[in-house]
T-cell receptor, first 115, second 115 residues
Framework: DTGVSQDPRHKITKRGQNVTFRCDPISEHNRLYWYRQTLGQGPEFLTYFQNEAQLEKSRLLSNRFSAERPKGSFSTLEIQRTEQGDSAMYLCASRSNQGDTDTQYFGPGTRLTVL | AQSVTQLGSHVSVSEGALVLLRCNYSSSVPPYLFWYVQYPNQGLQLLLKYTSAATLVKGINGFEAEFKKSETSFHLTKPSAHMSDAAEYFC?????????????FGQGTTLQVKP
């Protein structure tokens, strides 16, 4: 396994712009999570996919946020009309439905800075 | 609802001293409990987990934690701190793999190791 990868690692944008992040989970992991981590805080759950189905969304996920996992493999998280309060680390994690089914494996994160 | 409280946002120990990081949880169902470590500008790495088997759990890098239901605690310990242990540590709770498995994190504890 090559681990969970995220792209880009860093993104600086101006307020009002749209941004999109990508997450590639560990191959054959059918469960995928997005979390947001602000400075000095623990990660907060945003959304969960099982295969291509988005099964849970946090109330933190405003209508400016949208996530997809079109073929049940990689996922994208888009933020429209970014605000300074969106500045955070966005973490992706994946989990298997076979073997070790309890552990979420995290990617390195995408750090977003909104100017 | 589930929640996690980590007592002490900063803990400082001398190299070779005992490490004790405190975590208390609240859960209306039998919890799954996790400790993750995060190094600067990196994702989270699993240290250890409790999933209703043995109450004393051993993890990587010499860390261990004990699940105490009566105290709703899952404190992390290491007998002898090493300089490389300096990092951010997060305790997390979930409802188990049968549910979405989303993690609820505490606010984190920064461990400083002095030479």
């Amino acid at each position: 396994d090559t681990g969970v990868s995220q792209d880009p690692r860093h993104k600086i944008t101006k307020r009002g712009q749209n941004v999109t992040f990508r997450c590639d989970p560990i191959s054959e992991h059918n469960r995928l999570y997005w979390y947001r981590q602000t400075l000095g805080q623990g990660p907060e759950f945003l959304t969960y996919f099982q295969n291509e189905a988005q099964l849970e969304k946090s109330r933190l996920l405003s209508n400016r946020f949208s996530a997809e996992r079109p073929k049940g493999s990689f996922s994208t998280l888009e933020i429209q009309r970014t605000e300074q309060g969106d500045s955070a680390m966005y973490l992706c994690a994946s989990r298997s439905n076979q073997g070790d089914t309890d552990t979420q494996y995290f990617g390195p994160g995408t750090r977003l800075t909104v100017l | 609802a589930q929640s996690v409280t980590q007592l002490g946002s900063h803990v400082s120990v001398s190299e070779g001293a005992l490490v004790l990081l405190r975590c208390n949880y609240s859960s209306s169902v039998p919890p799954y409990l996790f400790w993750y470590v995060q190094y600067p500008n990196q994702g989270l790495q699993l240290l250890l987990k409790y999933t209703s088997a043995a109450t004393l759990v051993k993890g990587i890098n010499g860390f261990e934690a004990e699940f105490k239901k009566s105290e709703t605690s899952f404190h992390l310990t290491k007998p002898s701190a090493h300089m490389s242990d300096a990092a951010e540590y997060f305790c997390a709770v979930s409802r188990g793999s049968g549910n979405t498995g989303k993690l609820i994190f505490g606010q984190g504890t920064t461990l400083q190791v002095k030479p």
